[in-house]
């Protein structure tokens, strides 16, 4: 049976991890094949690389720290962040890179997805979006997310969004829900499991993460496939073989955590 | 010392996989060159896309025929196992042949998220020196969307809505679904028994 995944984010800025709240506010983490290596051996099922910086300012992910990673990682990776043609994707999944995660350039020019999944095939295509509920009740896209000073709401209802991206060709979908992003009280299971109801590509749950039963509760109340998080991560608050025990003990299947000797 | 070529059909993953041989402390070739192909000591068809442009990629070169003739060892790996077998759904495409079966698309069935995609069980079928050191239950990655049914050259299965070859053997000829390159210690494991062939 396949298993689900606990994916930690790492946000990436000149070459090193950084950390923030609700987009804002970075300091330095470390080094970034220090702390891949570092969840690898903690049991990451995967890790995702966001360039906070590349997509805003129209800068290119640079490659020298995506092959860096690739060299040393012996878990799947994706990279997120300023990926805006074939020719970016190309040059980080060159890299060693499995998968790419396009948000705002593909609300920008949509057939970006089709040319990825084309060029590449669907399984290196993750469509992230950035979606908050509006006080009509509608939950809709938020573009540029990644610099508060550019953020802006879109008319894009999200799970208009969410079908039109499948049919273009994602392989994965990340909901980073922003109305529970970094406040740490819980998933958006509402706004999750709406989605989940109408995505037949796998789906990661972004944004709220502050306890092992937010992990519990969006496994088995919103069905998502993998759970993203970063701060209680990054921040020592859930040590992730204990969350994966955990999880288990729920009926939750996980990978064990940890090398096996 | 294993003289190792990997074949270039056009998978990103190419990369991925020369990195996990140069941890085991293997440096391995690229090339599309038959005469450097032939005379490697185990060849990988590392494979991620669709299966009718790497065939063609292959045919292109002559390298079907290459790959064909072989008789040292050679793994396929994700899409490049799908190539080894006789047919694949995916664009109604000939494949090599050089193992028993199809490759099929996954159910299209509401409750099977497809791409599988994460980390699943391996189920061991068949002893072999490919799976020395992997246990019943063992976890690799996947990513694919198409699979092969198993059967008698399967070694070991894995499940996604039914059971599917994960890891398949004919002589010389070894293929594994899921991506050693990105399978942790277990994948490290695999990729070792493969070069000890």
């Not at chain 1, 709220?208 to 969006?218: K, L, P, S, T, W």
């Not at chain 2, 190419?14 to 440096?27: E, F, P």
């Not at chain 2, 799976?131 to 008698?152: I, K, M, N, Q």
Request: glycine share 10%; with cysteine.
């Amino acid at each position: 049976m396949l298993t689900r995944r606990i994916i930690p984010c790492l946000d990436v800025r000149d070459g090193q991890v950084v950390k923030g709240v609700r987009f804002r506010d970075h300091v330095v983490m470390g080094g970034i094949v220090e702390l891949a290596l570092r969840y690898r051996d903690a049991g990451a099922d995967e890790l995702v690389f966001y360039d906070i910086t590349a997509s805003p300012e129209g800068r290119r992910v640079d490659r020298d720290w995506v092959e860096r990673v690739a060299r040393v990682l012996d878990i799947p990776f994706c990279v997120a962040g300023g990926i805006r043609s074939v020719g970016d994707a190309r040059e980080v999944l060159y890299a060693g890179a499995d998968k790419v995660s396009v948000n705002s350039p593909a609300l920008e020019r949509p057939d970006l997805i089709d040319e990825l999944s084309v060029a590449f095939g669907v399984q290196c295509v993750v469509v992230g979006i950035d979606s908050l509920r509006d006080e009509d009740g509608c939950w809709r896209v938020r573009q540029y997310s990644g610099d508060p000073d550019r953020t802006r709401a879109l008319p894009r209802d999200t799970l208009d969004w969410v079908r039109e991206a499948q049919q273009r060709g994602a392989g994965e979908i990340v909901l980073n829900c922003m109305g529970s992003d970094g406040v740490r009280d819980g998933y958006d299971i509402e706004q999750l499991a709406r989605v989940r109801e109408i995505c037949s590509v796998p789906l990661v749950a972004s944004g709220g993460a502050g306890a092992v039963r937010h992990f519990v509760e969006v496994f088995r109340e919103a069905g998502v496939d993998a759970a993203l998080a970063a701060s209680v991560f990054h921040a020592g608050d859930i040590a992730i073989p204990d969350l994966k025990r955990q999880l288990a003990e729920q009926g939750v299947p996980v990978r064990e955590s940890g090398r096996r000797g | 010392m294993a003289d190792v070529v990997l074949i270039d059909a056009g998978g990103t993953n190419i990369g991925s996989v020369q990195y996990a041989l140069q941890r085991l402390g293997v440096d391995a070739a690229m090339s599309g060159d038959p005469m450097r192909i032939r005379a490697a000591s185990h060849v990988i068809l590392p494979g991620v896309g669709a299966a009718a442009p790497g065939m063609a990629r292959l045919r292109m070169n002559g390298l079907d025929r290459v790959v064909r003739e072989l008789e040292q060892p050679v793994l396929g790996v994700c899409l490049g196992m799908q190539l080894l077998f006789e047919h694949s759904e995916e664009g109604d495409t000939a494949c090599l042949g050089v193992v028993p079966g199809v490759v099929r698309h996954f159910p299209r069935d509401a409750d099977l998220r497809v791409p599988h995609m994460g980390w699943n069980r391996l189920h061991l079928e068949r002893d072999d020196v490919l799976l020395r050191g992997v246990e019943e239950g063992d976890f690799a990655y996947f990513v694919h969307s198409y699979a092969a049914a198993t059967g008698p050259h399967v070694l070991a299965s894995s499940e996604h809505g039914s059971p599917f070859a994960a890891v398949v053997r004919k002589n010389n000829f070894c293929g594994m679904q899921f991506h050693p390159e990105r399978s942790a210690d277990v994948g490290a494991r695999l990729l070792e028994n493969f070069l000890s062939l």
